[in-house]
Nanobody, 123 residues
Framework: QVQLVESGGGLVQAGGSLRLSCAVS?????MGWFCQAPGKEREFVAA????????YYRDSVKGRFTISRDNARNTVFLQMNSLKPEDTAVYYC???????????????????WGRGTQVFVSS
């Protein structure tokens, strides 16, 4: 059974930073971060290949968020800087067994999901 456990969410003022972590059990996967605000669809945020050599970002987070991973610890990170109130959402990490490709921005292509961690950015 694959388990993904997110941590690092919380309350931060606009302009602040948070670092989310996702601990993954089992093998190394291609990984993604998604977010879901109240009343909205779950949206792609960032993705990283299993070896860390390739990444994708949603346009609105480029230059502010950085996805990375430490395969020795089976952990994926999302460093979020210059946070804005519109970044407020529950953030989920997800794992996919598919070979890396442009599908990585699509939530339907991920096989395993964590339970999420809440991020609240105050204005």
């Amino acid at each position: 059974q694959v388990q993904l456990v997110e941590s690092g969410g919380g309350l931060v003022q606009a302009g602040g930073s948070l670092r989310l972590s996702c601990a993954v059990s089992g093998r190394t996967y291609n990984m993604g971060w998604f977010c879901q605000a109240p009343g909205k669809e779950r949206e792609f945020v960032a993705a990283i290949s299993s070896n860390g050599g390739s990444t994708y970002y949603r346009d609105s987070v480029k230059g502010r968020f950085t996805i990375s991973r430490d395969n020795a610890r089976n952990t994926v990170f999302l460093q979020m800087n210059s946070l804005k109130p519109e970044d407020t959402a529950v953030y989920y990490c997800a794992a996919s067994i598919r070979p890396w490709g442009t599908w990585a921005t699509s939530r339907s292509m991920y096989n395993y999901w964590g339970r999420g961690t809440q991020v609240f950015v105050s204005s």
